[in-house]
């Protein structure tokens, strides 16, 4: 049974637009979500994370959404980039002294020049 | 670079054989992670060394098994190899629980043939 889902498993965007990649658990012990980039060939590259006690985090041109009544959350890029292109993978942590990673699938962004 | 390095990059090896996959954590990195990705999957939790103990497993099959050292590099030994333990092996590590941040190697490609 798959805690993490990301529906999309691929997004192709336009240089410049906005990026938006999605991901939606299950388990409401999560409370720690997190984002990696995965470039092929390397290991995956932490990104982004957010708390479950926020609804937003921000990192430059990366922004997290949680929305914890829906279990869902969000990876916006703003401006999006060539070299953003990559697979984004969505990881949760019900912390607590557990601190595995349940990750989801991945959804592969390309961002066309 | 994450400053986490695994050895060898790639393996090829023969069903029934043993291989044995090695990790060095980041400077300061007490928490040691393994992780497989198999075609088709997101990345799947096998186990957890924090300072030399085995802290939390996943779904790791008896023919596998790990180890963290004093000078805290891990080593991931997998046996009795069958076709489907052919994926990405790859070693994460961390400060402490305090944050679940992990950083990632770049993996081991392991080929069972």
């Known amino acids: 049974d798959q805690q993490v889902k990301q529906n999309s498993p691929s997004l192709s965007v336009q240089e410049g637009r906005i990026s938006i990649l999605n991901c939606d658990y299950t388990?409401?012990?999560?409370?720690?979500f997190l984002w990696y980039k995965k470039y092929p060939a390397e290991g995956p590259t932490f990104l982004i994370s957010i708390s479950s006690i926020k609804d937003k985090n921000e990192d430059g041109r990366f922004t997290v959404f949680l929305n914890k009544s829906a279990k869902h959350l969000s990876l916006h890029i703003v401006p999006s980039q060539p070299g953003d292109s990559a697979v984004y993978f969505c990881?949760?942590?019900?912390?607590?002294?557990?601190?595995?990673?349940?990750f989801g699938k991945g959804t592969k962004l390309t961002v066309n020049p | 670079d994450s400053g986490v390095t695994q050895t060898p990059k790639h393996l090829i090896t023969a069903t029934g054989q043993r291989v044995t996959l090695r990790c060095s954590p980041r400077s300061g990195d007490l928490s040691v992670y393994w992780y497989q990705q198999s075609l088709d999957q997101g990345l799947q939790f096998l186990i957890q060394?924090?300072?030399?103990?085995?802290?939390a497993k996943g779904n790791i099959l008896e023919r596998f098994s790990a180890q963290q050292f004093p000078d805290l590099h891990s080593e991931l030994n997998l046996s009795s190899l069958e076709l489907g333990d052919s994926a990405l092996y790859f070693c994460?590590?961390?400060?402490?629980?305090?944050?679940?941040?992990?950083?990632f190697g770049p993996g081991t490609r392991l080929t069972v043939l």
């Open positions: 060394y924090y300072n030399g103990e085995e802290r």
């Open positions: 388990n409401s012990m999560f409370d720690y």
């Open positions: 994460a590590s961390s400060v402490d629980a305090a944050r679940p941040e992990q950083f």
């Open positions: 990881a949760a942590s019900e912390g607590g002294g557990s601190e595995k990673l349940v």
